[in-house]
């Protein structure tokens, strides 16, 4: 079965450089230089895959990133395979190990093949109509559809390589290296711009390159020969770099565009190591040249997808470039004058071509006449109605066409061959140009899309652009870069051209068979298995915008994108519609043109490095005395400080026993921290918080509570009155940037008149809370001087003192009900101030404590956590926290929604305690509470917001969201479980030391 | 992604910006003497334009200065930058 079809050297092959691969198991071998494609065709190998739905068998199509059919799995075998590459993108390197994808169990023999016999079942819609019914079968369905239907298997394991980014600014960056690219690079270069010119392919020159058409010559000499020239003098030229293997995948406004650096795909596994794989690129151009060619249309026929049917422009690439005969006898399906380029090519390296189907009637080009010579066979205006062959082509046969081009007359001829080029035309590749946000025009006549302006910052130059042939493209890209670059002169204005033109067209999206459409399988999207019958079906079950009958049939949502047949699933529509093309519009093309790997989107930015730490002051500490950490935004918080095999829920209920019963300290340095001062401060306060302010002394403190505009908790927090013009906000932990943004707005854009400025100190102060009975007796062994009298220092009051030379600010304040200190201390001392509390308060028995401990001992207060309590629709008065609203102020943030209709509703859902029948149980947070149990439906009256046992009651307890709560006070409720269903009471908020007396004891 | 000229710093990448909604909603001096529909019209109500659209943008992590921007929305043309304060300009 192997045989070498290796026809000639090539200058772009290194033959001396013998390389060994895999593919499905088997060793092959191929050169340096070629590409997993171009070696298997070598080995005359096409079938390398099963299409999705129908599991039929597909060959290599193209030699490029548009590749449908061609995608494998890489490193099948090892944990960190990667699906979906395109084999006419992988270059060949020692040890390189591939296979097919979506089959089983073999890519000979698939047991999936079965569905392209069911065809007539797999309509367009077909996984729409038949698995949403009956519903309850879906499991079922969806096993199916999983096991037989996959592209390709993911990773199991973390991608051990590395990725990176770089950011790039440049003054032109040039996409595409064709030879449109490369003159446009160099002259930008030339004249003193910053020009970065990018390719997707190992190689310069595009498609010029390997072109053997002695029809087009630039300076008397092959147009390959003199661009070979330009492309040595690249070398020379300073302003210019060039990258290779880099592939643009993005284009987003104002000329920023992404692309990917591929870096070590080509390598042997040893030269990969430690080595950067592939690097985004994020490059910010002040102005883009497009110069990204065309893509070689498919032709739409009966039975168009067998292994060895080709784009006849890839058959070229394949013997030019690759020195590789894609079949033994060649046939040429065509309706313009390129695919006799392809066919000349190929017959003078000896190669077999048996004849060309031309569905034109006939063509004045030069190149006829040299076919005619090499006594090739042209069958003019005819059309393939039916190929054969299953896992390879062995044939077609012809009709010939009808005059209008919609149905086929006269005898079938049947032609043998094992590989069929096919010509469609050319699309030209304005994915980039599209994306960029430019609108596209129609070009009725030759039927492309074609950008419709070029701009100040970009233009579209070359065949992207509509500009085929030679002349055009250099006459064009002259005159154009002239005037985007703002210079006098190219240097390659006024070189001479010669080349042939094509003036004989005819164009059919849908080629017609002597079957009728009903028995034929015309595909039109490869990969997804769309024919032109599921698009003509859409239509006729009434879709009519291009973007619906997209996603009914699949048609485009492949990994290719559509990038082969889009065009003519357009034209399909519109000629079934009767509506002309360039009013239905196009498919939007989405970023990426070709699939990006998830390691070079994230670069760097994985591990610890996926987000920032922050870390307290006292972190080291609460290391050394195992502290568990939890993560409250970005901070890393000490969440419990478990002893030896203590549990979580063991170590809380110590921690919140002696926090009440002698002292407990916690770490509150994560605490949001803003600085305000300025002449209008306290009436800045007055209008951010709901309270009043302007009557607070200096040296007290306040709690305060912040609405956002619609009336909702927004933050909370003790704000400390320092001097006449000077005060210290705290704020949450997690609102803390938010609060700032928030303020800073309103003070900007509303209130500009204030004298306010704002800081964020946060990170500016470690605090150590220090909690319990015994917490003043720790207090005054570290501050002996300081009068700790309720007199001197009451409770919300404040006091900056010396600790050891160094000033701190203690704000008597509690979240837990006991008495309570808070010593802030500069960062940098913030460890210094923590042991000595510890060491102060040793023979107290001091305990660390973490936020699992505070959130309970405050849950025991009933104080609500703003974000676990609330959650954007809970006002003050939903939380009972009437007292703290202002009546008296005029205006304050979210005031007047205080009184709208809905907000003044009696029966919103309000904050409450729960307390569980069964003290021993602890409800979960987030619970659903009902009233009835037996009712269907049933009524959901809220939730569980925070929930604990605590050891200072012995008994579960509970806060809780619940519609009309405030009047069920005494009132049984359920709490329907999965397995259970618990009763609880409604009770007051507050479960401990309602009166307060533990602030003073 | 847009580059965007802060009138305090120069032209900056937009991950720098953070968008701030619809501009030039002036947040009432009475919000007490307002019905509940005026009040709905100034807190809920926003415009959402195919073409200029006036909107209020923070350069966050820059000056942290808020100013406006006319920006097309069709085709994302960043039309006009001014300052808070100043009046929209006129097409
Ligand atoms: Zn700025």
């Given at each position: 079965m192997t045989q070498n079809l290796r026809v000639k050297s090539s200058e772009f092959i290194d033959e001396t450089n013998r390389i060994s691969f895999k593919f499905d198991g088997k060793t092959y071998y191929g050169f340096k230089g070629d590409t997993l494609a171009s070696a298997l065709i070598a080995n005359n190998i096409h079938l390398v895959g099963r299409s999705f739905k129908y599991h039929r068998p597909r060959g290599i199509m193209t030699s490029g990133s548009e590749e449908p059919n061609a995608i494998v799995q890489v490193n099948p075998n090892s944990n960190i395979t990667e699906p979906n590459a395109r084999a006419t993108e992988i270059e060949i390197y020692e040890g390189l190990e591939a296979s097919s994808q979506n089959c089983w169990p073999s890519v000979n023999f698939d047991i999936g093949g079965i569905n392209n016999f069911l065809a007539p079942l797999f309509p367009a819609g077909f996984y729409y109509k038949t698995f949403m019914w009956p519903k309850s079968f879906w499991e079922k369905y969806e096993f199916f559809i999983r096991h037989s239907a996959g592209l390709g298997k993911s990773p199991n394991t973390r991608d051990p390589d590395i990725y990176d980014h770089r950011n790039i600014h440049c003054d032109v960056l040039v996409v595409g290296a064709g030879i449109s690219g490369i003159l446009a690079a160099k002259n930008a270069a030339k004249n003193n711009f910053k020009t970065l010119l990018l390719d997707e392919k190992n190689e310069l020159g595009g498609s010029t390159i390997f072109e053997a058409n002695e029809d087009n010559k630039i300076n008397h000499n092959s147009a390959s020969e003199w661009l070979k020239k330009e492309i040595n003098e690249l070398k020379n030229i300073k302003n210019l770099e060039i990258k290779t293997r880099t592939s643009v995948a993005a284009y987003h406004q104002y000329n920023y565009l992404l692309a990917r650096e591929n870096l070590t795909d080509h390598l042997v596994k040893k030269d990969k190591k430690n080595k950067i794989r592939q690097r985004l690129l994020k490059i910010r151009a002040k102005k883009v040249i497009l110069a990204t060619g065309a893509l070689e249309r498919p032709l739409i026929f009966n039975n168009n997808d067998r292994p060895g049917i080709m784009l006849s422009s890839a058959i070229k690439k394949y013997s030019n470039f690759y020195g590789v005969a894609c079949g033994t006898k060649n046939i040429f399906f065509t309706n313009n004058d390129s695919a006799y380029e392809s066919a000349l090519s190929l017959h003078n390296k000896g190669i077999k071509v048996e004849a060309i189907i031309d569905i034109r009637e006939n063509s004045d080009a030069k190149i006829i006449k040299k076919i005619n010579d090499a006594g090739i066979k042209i069958y003019w205006a005819h059309t393939i109605v039916d190929t054969r062959g299953y896992k390879r082509l062995s044939g077609v046969s012809i009709m010939k066409l009808s005059n209008d081009g919609t149905s086929v007359t006269g005898s079938k001829i049947s032609i043998s061959c094992d590989c069929l080029g096919i010509a469609g035309g050319w699309t030209p590749a304005v994915h980039l140009y599209t994306q960029s946000g430019s609108k596209l025009t129609f070009d009725e006549n030759r039927k492309i899309f074609i950008p419709k302006t070029d701009t100040k910052e970009q233009i579209s130059v070359g065949s992207c652009g509509g500009d085929f042939e030679l002349d055009e493209i250099i006459t064009n890209l002259n005159y154009k870069l002239k005037n985007f670059l703002n210079i006098n002169k190219t240097d390659f204005e006024g070189i001479t051209l010669e080349n042939d033109h094509e003036t004989s067209k005819r164009n059919i999206w849908l080629l017609p068979s002597d079957q009728t459409i009903g028995k034929t399988k015309p595909f039109v999207d490869y990969q997804n298995d769309a024919t032109a019958k599921d698009i003509k079906l859409a239509l006729r079950e009434g879709f009519r915008s291009i973007e619906h009958v997209k996603r009914y049939t699949t048609t485009g949502m492949g990994t290719d994108q559509g990038k082969l047949g889009n065009m003519h699933a357009l034209g399909i529509i519109a000629d079934t519609a009767g509506v002309k093309m360039g009013e239905l519009g196009t498919t939007t093309f989405r970023p990426p043109y070709t699939p990006l790997t998830f390691g070079t989107i994230v670069g760097r930015n994985v591990g610890e490095f996926f987000d920032t730490f922050r870390r307290t002051p006292m972190n080291d500490w609460h290391i050394k005395n195992k502290a568990e950490f939890e993560n409250v935004g970005q901070w890393k918080r000490s969440w419990y400080y478990p002893k030896e095999d203590e549990t979580m829920h063991q170590a809380v209920q110590r921690e919140s026993k002696a926090a009440r019963q002698s002292a407990g300290i916690l770490d509150a340095s994560t605490l949001g921290k803003i600085d305000i001062q300025g002449s209008d401060a306290s009436e800045f306060l007055n209008r951010v918080y709901t309270n009043a302010w302007s009557k607070l002394a200096i040296g007290k403190c306040r709690y305060g509570l912040m609405l956002n505009e619609d009336g909702m908790v927004y933050d909370d927090g003790v704000t400390t009155r320092l001097g006449e013009n000077h005060y210290i906000m705290t704020t949450t932990t997690g609102g803390a940037a938010n609060v700032l943004g928030k303020l800073e707005d309103y003070l900007q854009t509303e209130w500009p008149e204030l004298d306010v400025y704002l800081t964020s100190v946060t990170d500016h102060f470690a605090t150590a809370s220090l909690c319990g009975p015994n917490s003043k007796k720790i207090l005054n062994k570290i501050i002996p001087d300081l009068d700790l009298s309720d007199d001197n220092f009451p409770h919300m009051s404040f006091k900056e003192v010396l600790i050891d030379k160094i000033k701190c600010r203690i704000m008597r304040i509690s979240f837990t009900g006991e008495l309570s200190y808070e010593i802030n201390a500069p960062a940098s001392y913030g460890e210094a101030i923590w042991q000595k509390c510890i060491e102060a308060g040793k023979e107290f028995n001091i305990t660390p404590y973490g936020t699992e401990t505070m959130h309970l001992l405050r849950a025991e207060k009933g104080f609500i956590i703003v974000g676990q309590d609330t959650d954007g629709t809970m006002t003050p008065i939903d939380l009972q926290m009437d007292w703290i609203v202002s009546k008296k102020k005029y205006d304050f943030i979210g005031k007047r929604s205080l009184y709208r209709s809905d907000t003044m509703k009696e029966d919103r859902k309000q904050l409450v305690g729960l307390l569980t029948e069964d003290p021993n149980i602890v409800l979960e947070e987030g619970a659903q509470i009902v009233s009835e149990l037996n009712q269907k439906p049933v009524e959901m009256l809220g939730h569980v917001t925070s929930s604990y046992f605590s050891p200072n009651l012995n008994k579960s307890i509970a806060l809780a969201v619940v519609k009309d709560g405030k009047s069920m006070m005494g009132r049984k409720l359920f709490i329907p479980m999965e397995n259970k269903n618990i009763s609880v009471t409604v009770s007051n908020t507050?479960?401990?030391?309602e009166k307060n007396e533990r602030l003073n004891a | 992604m847009f580059l965007i000229n802060c009138p305090y710093c120069g032209e900056r990448d937009q991950q720098e910006f953070k968008a701030g909604g619809e501009a030039h909603i002036e947040r009432p001096k009475q919000p007490t003497e307002l019905s509940d529909d005026e009040w709905a019209e100034y807190l809920f109500m926003r415009k959402n334009i195919k073409g200029v659209q006036f909107e209020r943008w923070n350069h966050a992590h820059g000056c942290r200065k808020w100013f406006n921007m006319a920006r097309?929305?069709?085709?994302?043309?960043?039309k006009a930058i001014y300052k808070m304060g100043e009046k929209p300009p006129t097409q």
């Open positions: 507050v479960f401990y030391d | 097309d929305t069709s085709n994302d043309e960043i």
